[in-house]
């Protein structure tokens, strides 16, 4: 969502988002949130397979760019730590903008499709990662799990920070909430 | 997996899982999961809303045991040791037949929608205990957290034992997974 760029492609995505939001997913048909934003259909295929890449399009970006902060890290991080940081890339990604992600995540949540799509996606970042951490010569167990963590943390922060009326960023809830998980795994 | 009762059901069952890994689920039809259970179509809708509830009709009455188990512990038991002893429930239940337990893994591993679906299952397992942990007076966060973290851990751990070659049981192998999650958290 940081990648957002003036433009045709950025106006579909707002177009989109609020006729989703107003109307339903299901509901929407690509001729509106072209008519909407103020371009062709044609052009809206320029930027998106479908209407609902709108809403996904980022995922392999993403998964790209957190396998590459998981390189940058020295190869004697442990495991838990070399996810976070991972983690922590990922939230400067998504959580520039609230707003927007709000509104995202109120059409994901409207629609079982959706949500399923938001799972797999971060279900294949959590295979993804698991293979790299492998691959860093992290024991096969320890790697699963510190990738399945992860996800478990990014999804209670990222839950927290679309719903809070806390002001805190993303990054920071996503650290509050690893020292959360390791208080309660220490028997907190 | 546990309730696995002999007569038609039992062999309704049996038949579908070997009809889908030997034909692939997508390409078996009703009619010949019936036709090799010996039994009519009529017979197997008495048992199964259709071919996808075969694999997954446990869902339900799993989550109902999960937080009856939830329920038995007591009131000041810490958050992560709850959801503990509730996977150990859950291992109890789906866990004394492996062959059973690994050909539904690789029929639901082939198969897209089925990959959704047993993911859609486990994350809506996380949602009720999460809920009843905040019932029980656990707070927001801890409850949500620990929640999703038994779900990392039980996948892990059923991973480990449908794929693996060890002879240990689910029981054992959740809880030396819960135990090296606790010691990465640690910093190991």
Redesign the interface.
Known sequence: MGRWKPGAGDRLREAALSLYLERGFEQTMVADIAGRAGVTARTFFRYFADKREVLFDDSAALEEKSLAALDELPATT???DAVAAVLDTVARLVGDDRELARKRQLVIMANADL??RE??KL?SLSAALATRLRQRGIGD??A???A??S???F??AF??WVTGVEDQDLPDLIRE?WE???T?????
């Open positions: 442990p495991a838990l949500r399923e799972l797999i279900t167990i320890e699963s799990l510190a399945e963590t996800i478990a943390v999804r209670v839950s927290r909430t959360r998980l390791r309660l795994a220490a028997g907190g």
